[in-house]
């Protein structure tokens, strides 16, 4: 109903509540110094704009105003404020605990001998398998002991833990354990696995069409792709408090606090409801903490459930990089036919993932990257195979994007292929297989609606002026002697829900307070996303009050419980629409109190009344279901939360007497007065899912979010050193909420996921230990490496019917138009008259000097 | 948090507790001695020096540390014993930014407030400076103009590497860079400035709104702040003055203002000490428990070591010279040596670590070696031998005896070093591969330096000099290459042919290895085209000279 109120907060006098609340932040907090700073965010950098509105015809207009409101947490970030688990002051008995780790592959544990601790002074304990209660987890199949017994299965894995009353001892103490190791047989590759059939689950299909349709040209080859290592900033981190009658308060950095939860407990022999998890907000996560932080949560957990002291341990970076898993490694193989006109006619693809040791949740993400080998192209003929591998290194997990960045790799590759053999430009390649009218079904069944791929494709080709620097690449690259030039435009396509139906679900809790401020919980965890902002936003909308009267709470499996991982983009679809359905119901009510105070005089109110009891209690007729569409028509008074106001108008007077209006806080109060609640917590779930992991077909998301980025770079002959010179993105991200966050999500997800294709390299020597632990190793991109032009836009779209108020997640989508840079590196490299070719992420310097050398006498 | 793990360091730790109430002055003074075996010795250096203690300002306010916290590392102390946790700390090893704050120092030149990695530098080091931290950025509740330019600009997401950022950013204010410059360079300037801060949430683009979007607003000017007229004066007063702390079990922490009194030091100490530069390749050593000193031995007050000269031909770099400010010196003398300088490590790191330090530390791929070898340079250590001052020249290509270790004896300190400045004729190249250009230890770098004597249209090579780093134990000149090179007469042409064959016969002389930084193959093939690239470069400067 309201729409914009919210974004008056900032100066709009909405109550005087608001004001004065204004005036103590001002006195107690920080605040901006000048409010007028332009919100604009492109405003003097030479060379770049993120532009907030804009249409696909690129004119600026958007009806529905989204607002650009900064991070609820902005001004704490700035200020060095923020909390984060280890910023928590240390208790005075408080313990610190440090990780003894597998430093073999795969062996047999003959000992764990921990005497020469106990001569240690301020030693106090030490953990093994024995201390857990039940030893075993896994988000998915639970195939992963908590601390290792009898057996290792990758470097990294945790042993032990050991206690002390400094970190320094815990440190020295773990140093003193020792370990003594059988080894055993290890598998450390995809293909070792595949010769020894080492897998995790069955080999998984998903087809459609003619076997037997080929086309007239082909393309075939084998893919590598490397994982990469989340690196969220803030590791691995937990603080355990023991509190009374063996309840368990555990603060962990993880983005599935109740499978934290449950693990804790399971760990300790707990009952789910003795653990308590609580989550402020994470420096990061990316997938990384989605399953992983349970078991180390659980580490110190044990240890506070055993000296029932609080306990704390915090991972290095080095730890936490060689411990936990990354993005899974691919290999795979494809082959690919299409006709004159690059028109795909089929596509055989054999996907092999490496989960690493154990299954965490790799199944799923085979599952994603077989449903994303379309990616934004109509294929008839498709066959599609994954199978998981079991190696000796850490298991990997989620990683932003989970397995949709491996198929779409895949695709967009053979896009460039198919234009290099037939000699055409691979834009015209991709809009000649794009998703379109009449082309529209994906190879699990599932129609394309509200598809923007061909505007998409079309307005930015023609924004970036592809064409015109299509040519000057060319006549740059026959001319110029000491670099290359490329450039791509591929596309993401994503789709949005868990492919897991049950995971689609959500929870939250709204508290109203007499003052008229508002509490809000739910079960996503704030990591940087600004799901809390967006939520906040929506809150303040619909109650029509200023959103920093809106205070989201920490996410705590007390007050939300059952929820689903902060993942999968779904963050604020599933929460924000739980949110939403609780103000729904609380709004019912306060507008029915409202259109009956209007109606009484005001010395009957129960503001003046409910204290000696002088008039009747006023009561509300039966609850009405917020969502029948009768209602509105049944009802003979409209009501508008607005500007901190309710406003009732009876249709019978609607010309006749002025709107009835009373402020938001001051119904409140009346509300409870009347004995109405002013509190709600609502379930939601996402309807009409329905894929059979079986059969490989089905309505497997609710929508897809889509996108195209053209990327340039220039690359070095000498060295292969690649420049990403200018990065246009067009997204399309239905109705957003808040554009500013959203077009954050997306220049940060492009550049991670162009981090991954080119300098960030995992290396592992033959024990599996991860050689690349550090940021002295491990290469993220640097504020060196971001596009030197980077224009981000979003297009205008209101057709998005299938998620709530039109919006469209934007967590992952983003990541995978990072794949552009790595296919203009490719298309540089295919300027020669060689054609050489790129077979592999990341494309480092030496793998793009490789391609480009094959003359230097490479030995492998 | 990562002090020294040792059972000594641990046992100390318990033992400081009870002795943190003793009057500093004392209870070092003892130490010392205790830790000097020559009873004559320690009395001439008390009396050589008032030792004091160390002091500092933290925002502005006074800070005595005990001797166990001037052997914590920055970060941890402000985080863990300050109740300051809006410094983060990441990667412990200076490449990530998350714990920058600002100092300044009174010993340098100018004195401005630079970023710096707290992670990497130790309590001690910050005698006689002023410090600031994240929480002494916003003016009581309002927030400075970097906050909320950051702020505004969607700056932050997860807000981990945040205060970073705004410290870094707020260094970027102060010094003033970004004043009176067009827009379109703005954006290149605080890209520069920014190096040492990494950032995974997003994707720097609205870092760099923020950066090109700060208001400057003299309220807020750090010097008006924290460094009056007062503190000035009272720094200046402490900084040339020997500290000394320490305890007869534990560290000892000295920091004298005499180079004598530094090199005594040496010779006595029994146990293992560690001179310090900067911190900035300790550190990291000492944060990953790789590096377990039970002394210190800090050069900074020692004012002889800060000096560098320029001459009509060298230049001289004391001990204690920051990479900053080598840079600056170096800026019309040497312009191959200031972009090499403009991408090794990060502001942070330069600002503090000492040209000398990556001379000693000896790194195959510390980055300006195979540049100081092309430029001749010769070491100078001092040491005591038999009472007496002993001086050292070492030519910098003898310095070097095998992976990491130097010809500097276990006594010895470097006081400076000097090289050659580049004469009018001369063409030098240095070339430098890492896995990311910026803020990235090279796989492999090379330096090839020339000077070129023409008559008429000929054109003879005099002096040549070649060195490589990251293809051996060391990093070293080629000598067989040199003397192949010297006083050949080349063209356009036959500078291919040269540099072509001497890329064979380098790679067949040396054998690099493979490792995570890249493969053998890889360095083999990089050698090959860093010739090519300079033969292409040297072509094109020939054709400038005129050279058919
Ligand atoms: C994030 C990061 C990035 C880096 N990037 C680069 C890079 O790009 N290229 C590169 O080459 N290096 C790099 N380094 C390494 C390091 O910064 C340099 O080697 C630096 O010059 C060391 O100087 P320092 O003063 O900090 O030395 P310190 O760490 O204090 O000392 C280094 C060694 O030298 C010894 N030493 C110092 N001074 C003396 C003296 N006067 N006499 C005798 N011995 C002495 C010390 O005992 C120690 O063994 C980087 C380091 C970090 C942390
Ligand atoms: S913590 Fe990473 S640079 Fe200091
Ligand atoms: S905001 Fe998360 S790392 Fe920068």
Not at chain 1, 251 to 258: F, K, L, Y
Not at chain 2, 303 to 320: D, F, N
Not at chain 2, 428 to 457: N, Q
Request: with cysteine; proline share 4%.
């Amino acid at each position: 109903m309201t729409t914009s109120p919210n974004t008056k907060s900032a100066d709009g006098d909405c109550s005087e509540l608001a004001e004065s609340r204004r005036k103590e932040a001002k006195r107690r907090s920080l605040r901006p110094v000048n409010e007028h700073f332009s919100s604009t965010i492109n405003a003097e950098s030479a060379n770049s704009k993120q532009s907030l509105v804009k249409n696909s015809k690129g004119q600026n207009s958007r009806q529905t105003k989204a607002t650009s409101q900064p991070h609820d947490s902005a001004s704490t970030h700035v200020s060095g404020l923020s909390e984060y688990v280890d910023d928590r002051p240390e208790m005075q008995n408080e313990l610190h605990c440090a990780v003894i780790y597998s430093t073999e592959a795969h062996a047999r544990i003959l000992s764990i001998d921990a005497s020469e601790c106990n001569t240690l002074d301020g030693f106090v304990d030490i953990i093994t398998a024995a201390d857990v209660h039940h030893n075993c987890w896994g988000p998915i199949f639970k195939d992963q002991p908590i601390l290792a017994k009898d057996v290792v299965q990758y470097y990294g894995e945790i042993v032990a833990v050991v206690a002390a009353k400094t970190l320094a001892i815990a440190k020295l103490a773990a140093k003193r354990v020792k370990v003594c190791y059988e080894p055993l047989d290890c598998t450390m590759s995809i293909q070792e696995a595949i010769s020894k059939r080492l897998f995790i689950g069955g080999e998984r299909k998903i087809q459609r069409g003619d076997p037997y349709a080929k086309g007239p040209h082909q393309v075939t080859g084998k893919l590598i792709i490397q994982g990469a290592d989340h690196f969220y900033l803030e590791s691995n981190a937990v603080v355990v408090y023991p509190r009374e009658n063996r309840l368990l308060e555990v603060h962990s950095s993880s983005q599935h606090p109740t499978e934290t939860q449950h693990v804790v407990a399971e760990a300790c022999g707990l009952a789910f409801s003795d653990v308590i998890c609580i989550v402020k907000r994470l420096g990061g996560g990316f997938g990384g903490k989605e399953s992983q932080a349970a078991p180390i949560a659980a580490y110190c957990a044990l240890m506070a459930h055993k000296t029932n002291r609080p306990c704390r341990l915090i991972l290095t970076k080095d730890d936490d990089m060689i411990i936990t898993g990354k993005r899974n490694p691919f290999e795979i193989f494809y082959d690919c036919t299409f006709q004159d006109d690059g028109a795909i006619i089929s596509l055989d693809a054999k996907l092999y993932s490496d989960a690493g040791a154990y299954a965490d949740l790799s199944t799923a993400i085979m599952e994603r990257a077989m449903l994303h080998c379309d990616n934004a192209y109509f294929i008839p003929n498709i066959f599609i195979t994954g199978q998981v591998c079991k190696t000796n290194h850490h298991p990997h997990t989620a990683f932003r994007g989970f397995g949709g960045p491996k198929g779409v790799a895949l695709i967009e590759l053979i896009m460039e292929k198919i234009a290099i053999q037939i000699s055409i430009d691979a834009l015209n390649v991709r809009k000649r297989n794009m998703y379109r009218p009449s082309f529209d079904i994906t190879h699990y069944g599932q129609r394309v609606e509200n598809n923007m791929l061909p505007s998409l494709f079309e307005s930015l080709e023609k924004e970036c002026h592809y064409k015109a620097r299509r040519k000057e690449i060319s006549d740059w690259n026959r001319s110029h002697q000491s670099t290359i030039k490329g450039l791509s435009l591929t596309a993401v396509k994503f789709g949005i829900s868990f492919t897991t139906r049950f995971l689609n679900q959500g929870n939250a809790l709204v508290n109203i307070h007499r003052d008229g401020s508002v509490q809000v919980s739910t079960g996503a965890v704030e990591m940087g996303q600004g799901v809390n902002q967006r939520i906040a936003t929506l809150v303040s909308s619909e109650l029509g009050v200023p959103v920093d009267l809106v205070r989201m709470l920490s996410t705590s499996t007390e007050r939300n419980a059952n929820t689903s991982p902060t993942a999968a983009s779904s963050g604020t679809d599933i929460n924000g629409a739980a949110a939403l359905k609780a103000i729904g119901l609380i709004k019912e009510r306060l507008a029915k109190l409202a259109a009956i105070l209007s109606k009484t005089p005001k010395e009957q109110w129960p503001s003046q009344t409910a204290g000696l009891g002088t008039a009747p209690e006023i009561e509300l007729a039966s609850p009405i279901n917020p969502e029948s569409k009768e209602l509105k028509n049944k009802l003979d008074y409209e009501c508008l939360f607005s500007d901190g106001q309710v406003i009732v108008r009876h249709h019978s007077s609607i010309n006749t007497q002025p709107a009835f209006s009373i402020k938001f806080s001051d119904l409140v109060n009346e509300a409870y007065l009347s004995r109405i609640s002013v509190c709600e917590y609502s379930h939601f779930k996402i309807e009409n899912l329905g894929f059979n992991k079986i059969t490989g077909q089905g309505q497997a998301f609710l929508y897809f979010t889509q996108g195209v980025a053209a990327s340039e770079v220039e690359i070095c002959r000498y060295t292969g050193d690649v420049k990403v010179r200018r990065v246009d993105i067009l997204m399309d991200l239905g109705r957003p909420i808040n554009e500013a966050l959203d077009i954050g999500q997306v220049t940060g997800a492009f550049v991670q996921g162009m981090g991954w294709v080119t300098t960030e390299n995992l290396v592992y020597n033959k024990k599996g230990l991860l050689l690349t632990h550090s940021p002295s190793t491990y290469k993220i991109p640097n504020i060196q490496d971001t596009p030197r032009e980077f224009n981000v836009h979003l297009i205008d779209n209101d057709g998005n019917q299938a998620n709530f108020k039109g919006t469209k997640a934007v967590g992952e989508p983003p990541l995978l138009l990072g794949i552009s840079v790595w296919t203009a590196i490719q298309n540089a490299l295919s300027s020669s008259p060689k054609h050489l070719q790129l077979e592999k992420i990341p494309a480092t310097n030496e793998v793009i000097l490789r391609a480009m050398h094959p003359d230097l006498g490479w030995t492998i | 948090m990562r002090h020294v793990t040792t059972k000594s360091t641990t046992k100390k730790l318990m033992a400081k507790k009870k002795t943190v109430k003793h009057p500093i002055e004392k209870k070092s003074t003892r130490n010392l001695s205790a830790g000097i075996q020559n009873g004559s010795l320690s009395t001439r250096i008390s009396a050589n020096s008032k030792s004091s203690e160390i002091f500092f300002y933290l925002n502005g306010q006074e800070v005595r540390p005990t001797a166990e916290e001037a052997f914590m590392m920055t970060a941890d102390w402000l985080r863990k014993r300050k109740g300051m946790p809006g410094t983060k700390i990441v990667c412990a090893e200076g490449d990530c930014g998350a714990c920058t704050v600002l100092i300044a120092d009174p010993r340098k030149e100018s004195l401005d407030f630079v970023p710096i990695n707290s992670c990497v530098y130790l309590v001690g080091q910050l005698h006689g400076k002023s410090v600031v931290t994240i929480e002494g950025i916003s003016n009581g509740s309002i927030l400075s103009p970097v906050q909320n330019a950051m702020m505004k600009c969607h700056g932050s997401q997860c807000g981990y590497c945040t205060p970073g950022f705004v410290m870094a950013l707020t260094g970027l204010l102060e010094s003033r860079k970004m004043d009176n410059i067009p827009a379109a360079q703005k954006r290149k300037v605080c890209t520069n400035y920014l190096t040492g801060n990494l950032c995974r949430c997003t994707g720097y683009a609205p870092i760099l709104d923020a950066a090109c979007n700060m208001t400057d607003d003299s309220n807020y000017e750090l010097k008006h702040r924290y460094l009056n007229e007062k503190i000035i004066t009272t720094l200046k007063s402490n900084i040339w003055k020997t500290n000394q702390m320490g305890d007869k079990h534990g560290p000892t922490w000295y920091s004298p203002n005499q180079l004598e009194d530094a090199l005594k030091f040496l010779k006595n100490q029994k146990s293992s000490v560690k001179i310090l530069g900067s911190t900035t390749d300790l550190g990291v050593l000492y944060n990953k428990g790789k590096s377990q000193p039970n002394a210190f031995l800090s050069l900074q007050n020692i004012k002889a070591l800060h000096a560098s000269k320029v001459t009509p031909k060298q230049v001289q770099i004391g001990a204690q010279v920051s990479l900053e400010s080598v840079r600056g010196a170096m800026k019309n003398i040497d312009s191959e040596f200031v972009n090499l300088l403009n991408i090794f490590a990060s502001p942070q790191i330069k600002n503090v670590a000492t040209l000398i330090g990556n001379v000693a530390n000896g790194s195959p791929i510390g980055d300006t070696i195979p540049y100081l070898l092309v430029r001749n340079a010769i070491v100078y250590t001092s040491g005591i031998s038999q009472g007496k001052i002993r001086e050292r020249k070492i030519p910098l290509d003898k310095f070097y005896i095998g992976y990491k270790t130097s010809a500097l004896e276990s006594q010895e300190l470097i006081t400076k070093i000097t090289f050659d400045r580049p004469k009018a004729n001369n063409f030098v190249r240095h070339y430098k591969i890492s896995t990311r250009k910026d803020l990235d230890i090279s796989t492999m770098s090379m330096a090839i330096s020339l000077d070129c004597e023409f008559s008429g249209h000929q054109f003879t090579i005099k002096q040549p000099r070649i060195a490589i780093g990251g293809m051996g134990p060391t990093a070293a000149r080629i000598y067989s290459v040199e003397q192949k090179w010297e006083h050949q007469i080349l063209t356009k042409t036959t500078i291919l042919d040269l540099t072509h064959e001497t890329a064979c016969s380098i790679n067949l002389e040396l054998s690099p290895l493979s490792d995570h930084r890249g493969s053998a193959d890889y360095r083999r093939a990089l050698i090959t085209n860093f010739f090519s690239k300079f033969a292409s470069e040297f072509s094109q400067f020939l054709e400038s000279m005129g050279v058919p």
